[in-house]
C-alpha cells in the first residue's frame, strides 16, 4: 500500500545446509507497523538471528544484505559502532587523550574549561526538556516519589560502607564515596528507558526533581556521610552556591530558551541527537582535564589497584540496581494489584534504570568546588568515570536482554523496533571489531611491541638519579671537616662545639634538619655561649648521611642512622650515656635513637619533629585531617614518596608539576613568625649548596623516602626508656607551625605520658632560632644545674 511503512519477521521453513550463504529457504514474513523512514526485516534461522534493512520503496530484489556481520564492510561497522556508543567512547577518548597530552589538559583547567563546560551541559540539557506526555509522569507519582527518595536519601548511605575499605590511594575510595550521593544521570537514564518501552516521562521527571533537589541536598549528604567520617569540613553554603550558579541557573536558562525563542524548540526536537553528542563532548572534557592534572600520579597506580576500583564501581552499581529491583517488588506485592503504579512494567523499568545510575558532571562541579579537601581532585574523579561508564554498559547489557526476550516471544511492545534492532546488530559489529583488533597482522604487535620496551627503558632512565659526587673522591667536592670511618666504611664529618670533652658535665649529639648541615644547626647557640658554659656541655654536631661531607647510604633507614650516633659516640668516647637533640627532619631522627639505641641515652630533645602520616598509631580522621592541611604540592610529594619512593628523584625534578613547596622553600610553608626569623636563619646558615655538596636525591630526596616511607616501628608504641626517671624525654612544638601539624604531636603526647610535651603559643616551625627558646631547650634538659 502506497505510504505504508511495515517491519516484517521472516521465519525460515527448512534449514539444509551447515553455510548460511549456499542455502535456499523460503521464508513466511510477519508484519509490523513501524514508524520510520525504513522497514526492519528479522530473519530467523535456528542459529542465527539478524537484522536486514528493506527501504520502503525496495522491491524484495533491493534488499541490503549485511550478512553475519551485520554490514557490508568493517567501515560501516565502525561507524555504526560510534554512532551508537557515542557518550562511553567519548568518556574514554578523554581519559586516553588527557593521558597522552596533559600539556592540553592543563591549559584548559588553567582557563577554567571544565566549570563553563558543565554550565553548556545543563544549558542544552534545558534546551531538550521538553513538555509532552506530562500525564504519565502525574500518573506515575508514586513510582517518581520513591524514585527520588531512593537516589537521594537511601542510597547515599552506602558511601558510609564505601569509606571502610582500605585502598591506596585512597582518593579512589573517598571518590566512589561521593558519586554514590549524586542524584541521577541526565541523559543515559532516560536515554535506556526509552529504549526499553519504560515510562520515558516518568525518567525525566525524576531525573530533573531529583538534580534540582540534589543541589539542596548534597552538599549536607557529603557533609553528613563523607567528611564527618575522615574529618573535614565542606563548606556547605560555598557548593550550593556554586551548584546553583552552574547547574540549576544553566539548566533554567536552556528551558527558557526553548520556551521563549520560535522554533528553537522544533530545530533541538529535530536534532536530539546532534545535541546528545554535545553533551558527550563537553562531559568528555571533565575526565580530560582532571586527568591531565593527575597524569603523572595516575601512571603510578598500579593496574591492579584501578582494577580494583573498577570493579568496586560495577559492583556499586549491581548493588544499586538489586536495590531497586527489590524496592519495586516490596511496593508492587504491597499495592496488590497489576493496575496500580508500582505493578505497571514501564513505570518499574524507569524506575529501575534511573534510580540506579549516578552523575558525573555534578560530581565534577563537587569535586571542584572542594578544593582538595578531599585529595587530588583527578584521583576522586577517575574512578568516577569509570563507574559511568560502567553503568551505562551493564544497564545497556540489560536493556538488550530485555529486548531479546521480548521478540523471541513475539509479543507486541511500545518500543521503537528499528532502535532494538541497532542493540542487536551492535553485537554482532562488535565480535567483528574484535576479531580484527585480535587477529590483526604481526607487524603492528611487533611495532608496539618495540614502542613499549622504548618507552620502557626511557622511563627507566628518568626514574634514575645520576650518580654522587663523594667527597674527597676525584672529581668530588673537598674534605674541609673531621670524619670518623664507620663500620660499613662510609664517613660521617661532625664539628665540636661548646667546653672540651673532659671537663663536660654532659655531652649532647645534636641532629640538623632537612636541607641544613653540621653548621647550621649549631647557629642556634652562637648567641647563648653563656649557657653552654653555665651547663658545661660538649656539644658535637654532624652531617647526616648524604648531607656536607657524610658519605650517602642509599639504604638508609630509621635504624641504620640511630646506629651511624651511637658509632658517632663510641668513636669521640661520649661515655655510655649521651643526649641527643634533633630539630625538625633532626628530630625524627630522634625516635630512631628511643627505639634502637635507648640503653645509650641519658635524655632526648625532641624540636618540631617531623611526623609520617602513615605511622599506624595515628587515628585515620586525625592524620587525614592534618596531611590535607598541607598544601596540595607538598601532599603529592608525601605520597610519592610514600607509596612510590622509587619516583622521588623524579617527581622533584620534573618540570610539568610542582614539585616539593619545602625544597623551593615557598612562602607558604612558613607561619608569621617563620617569615619574620627566615631572613635571620639564612645570614647564619651555609646555605642550600653546603647540604647538598654530594647531590640533591642523596640528601634532600632520601631524607622524604626514610622520612615519609614504611617504617619498620610505630614511635607510638616505644616504652619508657627511663622508668625510674633517670632522664628526661622532651617534646617542643609550635602551634602554628605549617609544616608539621600540632595536633599530631599532641596526640603523641597523649599516647606517650612520659614524654615531657611543650607546645609554644604563636611559635611556627623555626622557633629554636629564638635565642630565648633555645635557651630554654636546654634548661629544660638539665634542670637544676645552672
Given at each position: ?20 550463504r549456499?542455502?535456499h529457504?523460503?521464508f ?19 542459529s ?11 522491491g ?14 568493517l567501515?560501516?561497522?565502525l561507524?555504526n ?8 567512547l567519548?568518556?574514554i ?6 593521558l ?8 584548559a ?5 571544565s ?10 540539557s ?30 547515599p ?9 582500605q ?27 526509552q529504549?526499553?518501552g ?7 521527571a525524576m ?10 541536598i ?7 556521610f ?27 536558562l ?9 522554533g ?11 545535541f546528545s553528542k554535545?553533551?558527550?563532548?563537553f ?11 593527575s ?18 564501581g ?48 555534578v ?18 574523579v ?10 551505562i ?5 540489560f536493556?538488550?536482554f ?29 565480535a ?7 587477529f590483526?597482522?604481526?607487524?603492528i ?15 627507566y632512565?628518568?626514574?634514575q638519579?645520576?650518580?654522587p659526587?663523594?667527597?674527597g ?11 670518623i670511618k ?21 655531652n ?24 653552654v658554659?653555665e ?10 648521611p648524604?648531607?656536607g ?25 661520649l661515655g655510655?650515656?649521651f ?7 633532626g ?20 624540636m ?35 607509596h612510590?619512593p ?25 607561619s ?24 640533591e ?6 631524607d ?14 616505644l616504652?619508657n626508656p ?11 612544638q609550635?602551634?602554628?607551625d ?9 596526640y603523641?603526647?597523649?599516647?606517650l ?6 607546645e ?27
Amino acid at each position: 500500500m502506497a505510504g505504508t511503512i511495515q517491519t516484517m519477521i521472516l521465519t525460515p521453513r527448512s534449514t539444509q545446509t551447515p553455510s548460511f550463504r549456499h542455502q535456499h529457504l523460503n521464508f513466511t514474513a510477519t508484519r509490523i507497523p513501524a514508524y520510520s523512514n525504513r522497514s526492519v526485516l528479522f530473519i530467523r534461522n535456528r542459529s542465527i538471528s539478524f537484522p536486514l534493512r528493506i527501504r520502503a520503496n525496495q522491491g524484495p530484489g533491493q534488499i541490503d544484505d549485511n550478512g553475519s556481520g551485520g554490514a557490508k564492510t568493517l567501515g560501516k561497522s565502525l561507524l555504526n559502532f560510534v554512532d551508537n556508543n557515542f557518550l562511553p567512547l567519548a568518556l574514554i577518548g578523554g581519559v586516553v587523550l588527557g593521558l597522552a597530552n596533559p600539556a592540553l589538559g592543563c591549559l584548559a583547567d588553567k582557563y577554567y574549561l571544565s566549570k563553563f563546560s558543565t554550565i553548556a551541559i545543563f544549558i542544552t540539557s534545558g534546551l531538550t526538556l521538553r513538555n509532552g506526555e506530562i500525564g504519565d509522569a502525574i500518573e506515575a507519582w508514586p513510582v517518581g516519589i520513591l524514585g527520588i527518595c531512593s537516589i537521594l536519601l537511601f542510597t547515599p548511605y552506602l558511601s558510609k560502607i564505601i569509606l571502610q575499605i582500605q585502598l591506596q590511594p585512597q582518593e579512589f575510595v573517598t571518590g566512589l564515596a561521593i558519586f554514590c550521593c549524586m542524584p541521577t544521570t541526565l541523559s543515559s537514564g532516560v536515554a535506556l528507558t526509552q529504549l526499553a518501552g519504560g515510562n520515558s516521562a516518568l525518567a525525566l521527571a525524576m531525573t530533573v526533581i531529583s538534580n534540582l533537589l540534589g543541589i539542596l541536598i548534597v552538599p549536607f549528604s557529603i557533609s553528613k556521610f563523607i567528611a564527618a567520617g575522615i574529618g573535614v569540613s565542606v563548606p556547605t553554603k560555598e557548593l550550593f552556591r556554586s551548584l546553583v550558579i552552574t547547574l540549576l541557573i544553566p539548566l533554567i536558562l536552556g528551558k527558557v530558551f526553548r520556551e521563549s525563542l520560535k522554533g528553537l524548540a522544533d530545530y533541538v526536537d529535530r536534532n536530539r541527537k546532534l545535541f546528545s553528542k554535545m553533551n558527550a563532548i563537553f562531559l568528555s572534557l571533565a575526565p580530560f582535564i582532571q586527568v591531565s592534572r593527575s597524569r603523572s600520579m595516575l601512571l603510578m597506580v598500579k593496574p591492579s589497584v584501578f582494577l580494583v576500583a573498577v570493579g568496586m564501581g560495577v559492583i556499586l552499581h549491581l548493588v544499586l540496581l538489586s536495590f531497586n529491583v527489590f524496592a519495586i517488588q516490596g511496593f508492587s506485592m504491597v499495592s496488590g494489584t497489576n493496575q496500580l503504579a508500582f505493578a505497571k512494567k514501564k513505570n518499574a523499568t524507569a524506575y529501575v534504570l534511573v534510580a540506579s545510575q549516578k552523575t558525573l558532571p555534578v560530581m565534577v562541579a563537587v569535586v571542584e568546588q572542594l578544593g582538595g579537601a578531599f585529595g587530588e581532585s583527578g584521583l576522586l574523579v577517575l574512578p568516577c568515570v569509570a563507574a559511568h561508564l560502567n553503568q551505562i554498559i551493564v544497564d545497556s547489557f540489560f536493556v538488550n536482554f530485555w529486548l531479546r526476550k521480548d521478540l523471541a516471544s513475539k509479543s507486541a511492545k511500545s518500543f521503537d523496533l528499528c532502535t532494538s534492532s541497532k542493540m542487536i546488530i551492535f553485537s554482532n559489529f562488535t565480535a567483528q571489531i574484535v576479531k580484527k583488533i585480535f587477529f590483526f597482522p604481526g607487524m603492528i604487535k611487533e611495532i608496539t611491541v618495540v614502542l613499549c620496551l622504548g618507552l620502557a627503558v626511557w622511563a627507566y632512565q628518568a626514574t634514575q638519579p645520576p650518580p654522587p659526587k663523594l667527597c674527597g673522591a676525584p672529581g668530588g667536592p673537598p674534605v674541609t671537616a673531621p670524619r670518623i670511618k664507620l663500620r660499613d666504611g662510609r664517613h660521617l664529618s661532625y664539628k665540636e662545639h661548646g667546653v672540651p670533652r673532659e671537663k663536660a658535665k654532659a655531652n649532647i649529639i645534636l641532629i640538623h634538619g632537612f636541607g641544613s648541615t653540621k653548621h647550621d644547626i649549631m647557629s642556634m647557640t652562637d648567641p647563648i655561649p653563656h649557657v653552654v658554659e653555665e651547663l658545661q656541655l660538649y656539644i658535637v654536631s654532624f652531617d647526616r648521611p648524604g648531607y656536607g661531607e657524610s658519605d650517602p647510604d642509599l639504604k638508609r633507614t630509621p635504624k641504620s642512622i640511630a646506629l651511624d650516633i651511637e658509632e658517632l659516640a663510641d668513636h669521640l668516647g661520649l661515655g655510655s650515656k649521651f643526649h641527643v637533640m634533633g630539630f625538625s627532619m633532626g628530630g625524627q631522627v630522634v625516635w630512631g635513637c628511643l627505639k634502637y639505641i635507648p640503653h645509650r641515652l641519658a635524655g632526648a630533645t625532641l624540636m618540631a619533629p617531623v611526623v609520617n602520616y602513615w605511622w599506624p598509631g595515628f587515628p585515620a580522621n586525625l592524620s587525614t585531617e592534618a596531611y590535607y592541611r598541607q598544601i596540595p604540592q607538598e601532599q603529592w610529594v608525601l605520597r610519592v614518596a610514600h607509596h612510590a619512593p622509587w619516583l622521588t628523584y623524579w617527581w622533584n625534578t620534573q618540570k610539568l608539576f610542582p614539585a616539593s613547596s619545602v625544597i623551593a622553600r615557598k612562602p607558604e610553608i612558613f607561619s608569621r613568625q617563620d617569615l619574620e626569623l627566615v631572613s635571620l636563619v639564612a645570614e647564619k646558615s651555609k646555605g642550600r649548596p653546603q647540604a647538598t655538596l654530594q647531590g640533591e636525591f642523596e640528601s634532600l630526596h632520601q631524607d622524604y623516602i626514610v622520612g615519609f616511607g614504611k617504617w619498620e616501628f610505630d614511635p607510638m608504641e616505644l616504652e619508657n626508656p627511663f622508668p625510674n626517671n633517670e632522664g628526661s624525654i622532651h617534646l617542643w612544638q609550635g602551634d602554628e607551625d605549617v609544616l608539621v601539624p600540632a595536633s599530631l604531636q599532641r596526640y603523641i603526647a597523649q599516647r606517650l605520658p612520659w614524654i615531657n610535651y611543650h607546645e609554644l603559643p604563636g611559635a611556627g616551625h623555626l622557633f629554636p632560632a629564638i635565642p630565648q627558646n633555645f635557651e630554654q631547650i636546654l634548661k629544660a634538659l638539665f634542670p637544676g644545674k645552672e
